[in-house]
């Protein structure tokens, strides 16, 4: 028997791990181990489930990318692909003499910076170009060069600025100093003269003085209480806002370069430079904002030939293009030009028919200078979609349009006044500017001359005064808004582009009748609502101002803001508008009879013995029946100085080649485009 075999020796065992590289505290290879496990114990359901979260914000984040990207690209940031599809010479007004064609006289316009971006120079129809002498150039070629470079730095953040439709006044808060007296140099313009620029223009005569006169003591007033806002408050001495862009400066540039008004000139163009910035967080309304704003910087351009204008233009048209983007293509009455969000007006999802098609002019003219053809293709979209539309009464149009359905909405009403006004004068106008060669916009203004002859037109009693009245649903209304004013001017513009004789015949007739609702009046100015008697009644005159009651053409819609109280007297207040002496330009212009000179000067002289204002500034007033107490409004629209006053230099002037018609064509805000001549051949 053997004895039990003796019990095995303990033994101890070490296990070692063995790592490359780094420790296993806070190694690399550890963690990404230690995810891939924790990874891999999730069920496929949650593995799918953040997959598909992941996938999903980085295709939001491009797709944000893309919209950004597209919507605010910088202009130095164009694609190869839209300068590729750049036309090397747009069909319109050919390339004129740029100043200085030589670069050794002008080290300061950066000829890099023009063979990145080929733009349409400005017309040589430029006019009052200031004198210089060799030192101001010299200044000129140094702030040109210290503004490219401002250019291309990110623009500066602004305040917030809420501002309601259609200029609800905001109060901001004061304290605004006013601009130093010491400007900083001379505008940039050609250092050598191109031909046609009126290099010594005659001295103004006595009544030009005059309006020289009237357009300084309201610069003063806006320079003193308002630089830099919207509109001036003059009674007040303080200013109001809108949109927040300094719009009766803007308004004005065009107004002081005809003017010769070289140093207010000088002064507003330093603060576009070096103030004026559109990347802020405010809504402005498409139209008024493209007439003003956008037309008065296109204006300064062509008459000037300063490229900053032109550069700021095109800012401002990119910011306004997201106003398009509806389902009809009937742009949003509102956009904000920060944001790039576009809606209608919060009471309602219809535009006007006059705000949609009176921004063709400024939209087109921007795509020939920058050969970016986006901005006229949005804008004549809007003319195409229009002229197609059912609705219409012999060429009248109602005053709405949906921007959903792209339809004409209350239907059966026809005015020549607000809402629909200057849809009829950028039929003609467009035409003109084109080269008269856009038959479809000519026959529509045809049409629609022939639609107010057999359906508005009236005489008044006793004077036998022609009038244009409003239709709503058959019915007739004697009401003629101050702002149908405008049409005698355009008449006889036509008629001097070539079409039918007696549409001057009536524009003579109509600018009558205009005058005398200005003389009627005890203060010589004309309210903004007349009605006209149609029958004999004693002593009654022709023109009769109403209350606040509403015509029939005009009860709002129920979803359109209240309207005024029929207490207060609102058709008797005169806003300063130009319509009567824009007409009176037109008239004397195309016939030379003196009389129309006289009647402009009747008024010139009622607005400065009722509405100026002593600390500087006009205001408008809230009854023009009482010469004793015509109750100043505290107001001055900036389109007094960007028309009313603009119309009456011009119109004293006895030089038919100052701003000739046959070569320029104003927007509905008085600022001057080229007519575009046709390509030249070889």
Known sequence: MYPPPPPAPHRDFISVTLSLGQSYDGSKSWRRRSC??????????????????????????????????????????????????????????????????????????????????????????????????????????????????????????????????????????????????????????????????????????????????AFRHAWTGYRKFAWGHDELKPVSRSFSEWFGLGLTLIDALDTMWILGLKKEFEEARKWVSKKLRFQKDVDVNLFESTIRILGGLLSAYHLSGDDLFLRKAEDFGNRLLPAFQTPSRIPYSDVNIGTGAAHPPRWTSDSTVAEVTSIQLEFRELSRLTGSKKFQEAAEEVTRRVHSLSGKKDGLVPMFINTHSGLFTHMGVFTLGARADSYYEYLLKQWIQGGKKETQLLEDYLEAVEGIKRHLLRRSEPRKLTFVGELAHGRFSAKMDHLVCFLPGTLALGAHHGLPADHMELARALMDTCYQMNRQMETGLSPEIVHFNLYPQGDRKDVQVKPAELSPCCVPHPSLPPSPSPAQPADRHNLLRPETVESLFYLHRLTGERKYQDWGWEILQSFNKYTRVPSGGYSSISNVQDPLNPQPRDKMESFFLGETLKYLYLLFSDDPALLSLDAYVFNTEAHPLPIWAPPRVG
């Not at 063979?115 to 010299?138: V, Y």
């Open 36 to 213: 891939w496990r924790k990874w891999k114990q999730l069920s496929r359901l949650q593995r799918n489930v953040i997959l598909f979260f992941l996938t999903f914000l980085v295709l939001c984040g491009l797709l944000s990318y893309i919209s950004v990207a597209d919507q605010w690209r910088a202009v130095d940031g164009r694609s190869a692909e839209e300068r590729k599809a750049r036309p090397a010479d747009p069909p319109v007004l050919p390339a004129p003499q740029k100043a200085d064609a030589n670069p050794e006289n002008s080290p300061g316009l950066l000829p890099q910076k023009s063979q990145r971006h080929f733009r349409r120079g400005p017309p040589n129809l430029q006019i009052r170009a200031p004198d210089k002498d060799p030192k101001d150039r010299r200044q000129d070629d140094t702030r040109r060069r210290d503004e490219v470079a401002g250019d291309a730095r990110q623009e500066e953040s602004t305040q917030r600025t809420v501002v309601s439709w259609r200029g609800a006044v905001i109060e901001p808060e004061q304290g605004t100093e006013p601009p130093s007296r010491k400007a900083e140099g001379p505008p940039t313009k050609p250092s050598s003269q191109a031909p046609g620029i009126q290099n010594q223009p005659a001295s103004p005569n006595e009544r030009q003085r005059a309006v020289i006169d």
